[in-house]
């Protein structure tokens, strides 16, 4: 089955010498978007004349960057293909818009410093009274082409190539994103999508939000010690979470740092719900005062939409959500959904190509007592969690077999939900989410740790699962913390060996019906 296309061509269109470190700067940061730039540089040789080449290129290309700054570059010659008045940018954004593709301009803020050439400088320098116009009708013409761009296309201004490369990233991320689910979609149209369900009950008992016992919950996992040693996670769009939608306005998650993308067949206007409110809350919940902070409340999250108000979803949006996580640069991936059909391994090539391109992809082993393969937790391409309790026993409604490669504390977890409150849930997705935000402080100690490495080191640090009479969690499976696998990845090979803790007490709490 073909893997959905993952690289577009982005063509970059500029005058040179005045944009150098412009384009540099845009060229690595589409690169480090995983995209292909096309741009002069890289045209080599060819048998045609120079305007031939470019359109060909241009018309080749799923996206065109154009950046105008004080320079009109050269125009092409009616003798060589051009009308002797348009400049080879203009040409090339021309054949863009023909072509029906994608056009962002950026235009550099007449008011900003410059310390390059202006159009208009040439004038000091010229020796000819046909040079004189020729630099005339430079300025005029380049005057024109901006106006042109105004009329075809929504611009955006510039003050330097920082401010440039930043605003193309963001201009640039929901056309990625929209892209994805398109491929997914055409990759996937001749399979039945199969519904698959996020969680079996979203009846909880809401405890008092005066005691939420989240710092009981962080301290069990040495969430404190982590952030020592690793002196946080710096803020960034590498983290997802697919999901529904979460109620941002929620406490915990106010001073977040949080956006969103509906990646459903049927996109449409839905209610926040609890179960994404939680889970974005357990990763980078951030209430004044410290009051409820996630694992990572001083990172970014993009929530990718594939649920619906009856929190279920399909084998379809959850792979075209992966498709665009993969697409938006994310790093690690929080997938707290899944089901134990067999049909839904039909959908594991997009998960090989995640994982082919550095993608930690993290999920729920599923909360149905039994030893099953839970998809897509199941597939080798991503990391599966199960649950246990405060007392390091596994949780009695978790899945267990060797296909799962960590566990952690998914037993009356302090969770965020409806407008204000709080509540103590229990479930598989809730360990999910402890995982992938360790995996991300773990990758902020060692960035060049594989999915192989991370899974070495998750099996190897942290305390035995503490057994008990009927026992069905593989052997040597280990219990999350987060400290000791951060230490552990200062090695690329995951062989340090970190501190080992003492299992705290359980507390008291309310449990709530179980949620994968």
């Known amino acids: 089955m073909r893997v959905p296309r993952s690289v577009f061509d982005i063509f970059l269109s500029s005058t040179s010498a005045d944009l150098q470190m412009h384009r540099t700067k845009v060229s690595d940061m589409i690169a480090r978007m ?57 040409w090339e954004v021309q054949w863009a818009l023909d072509a029906d593709t994608p056009v962002y301009a950026f235009l550099v803020d007449e008011d900003a410093q410059w310390a390059g050439e202006r159009e208009q400088d040439r004038l000091t320098s010229a020796n000819s009274e046909s040079l004189f116009v020729e630099i005339g009708n430079s300025v005029k013409n380049l005057q024109n082409f901006r106006n042109f761009l105004k009329n075809k296309t929504t611009i955006d201004l510039f003050i330097s190539a920082d401010d440039l490369a930043g605003k193309i990233v963001t201009s640039l991320h929901d056309w990625l994103l929209e892209q994805a689910i398109t491929a997914e979609r055409a990759t996937y149209q001749s ?37 020592n040693f690793s002196r946080d996670v710096v803020a960034d769009d590498r983290l997802a979470l697919i999901a529904g939608k979460a109620n941002t306005e929620h406490p915990a998650l106010t001073g977040a740092a949080i956006r969103s993308f509906d990646a459903r067949l049927r996109p449409q206007e839905s209610k926040p719900d609890d179960f994404t409110t939680a889970h974005a809350a357990l990763l980078v919940g951030k209430a004044s005062g410290g009051r409820y902070l996630g694992i990572l409340p001083s990172a970014q999250l993009l929530i990718i939409q594939a649920l619906d108000e009856r929190y279920t979803s399909s084998t379809a949006d959850i792979t075209a959500a992966l498709n665009s996580a993969v697409r938006s640069g994310a790093r690690i991936v929080c997938l707290p959904l899944g089901g134990a059909r067999e049909d839904l391994a039909a959908y594991e090539p997009a998960f090989r190509a995640a994982s082919e391109l550095g993608v930690i992809v993290v999920c729920a082993a599923g909360n149905e007592a039994n030893k099953e393969l839970f998809y897509p937790a199941a597939y080798p391409h991503c990391i599966s969690v199960t649950a246990v309790d405060t007392d390091g026993h596994l949780a009695a409604f978790s899945n267990y077999g060797n296909w799962i490669t960590a566990s952690a504390i998914g037993v009356e977890v302090p969770v965020a939900v409806e407008n204000d409150s709080y509540s103590r849930w229990s479930g598989t997705s809730l360990a999910c989410a402890a995982v992938a935000g360790a995996v991300a402080i773990m990758l ?17 640090t942290g305390h035995k699962i503490v057994p008990d009479k009927g026992m069905r969690a593989p052997n040597g499976l280990r219990i999350l913390d987060i400290y000791g696998a951060a230490v552990a990845s ?4 995951g062989n340090s060996q970190a501190p080992q803790r003492v299992p705290k007490r359980k507390t008291r709490g309310t449990r709530a019906q179980n949620i994968h």
Not at 67 to 74: A, D, E, F, L, N
Not at 209 to 220: D, F, P, T
């Open 490 to 493: 200062k090695d690329t090979l």
């Open 34 to 90: 995983r995209q292909c730039v096309i741009r002069m540089e890289t045209f080599g040789a060819k048998p045609i004349k120079p305007l031939s080449v470019c359109k060909n290129e241009v018309q080749k290309c799923d996206a065109l960057i154009v950046i105008v700054s004080h320079r009109y570059g050269w125009v092409p010659s009616i003798e060589e293909g051009g009308d002797g008045i348009r400049s080879i940018t203009w």
């Open 444 to 460: 902020k100690s060692n960035p060049k740790l594989t999915l192989a490495g991370i899974k070495k080191i998750l099996r190897n």
């Open 191 to 227: 399979r039945s999508s199969r519904p698959v369900s996020a969680l079996s009950s979203l009846k909880v008992e809401l405890e008092p939000s005066v005691e939420i016992g989240n710092l009981y919950w962080r301290e069990q996992l040495h969430i404190l010690s982590a952030h």
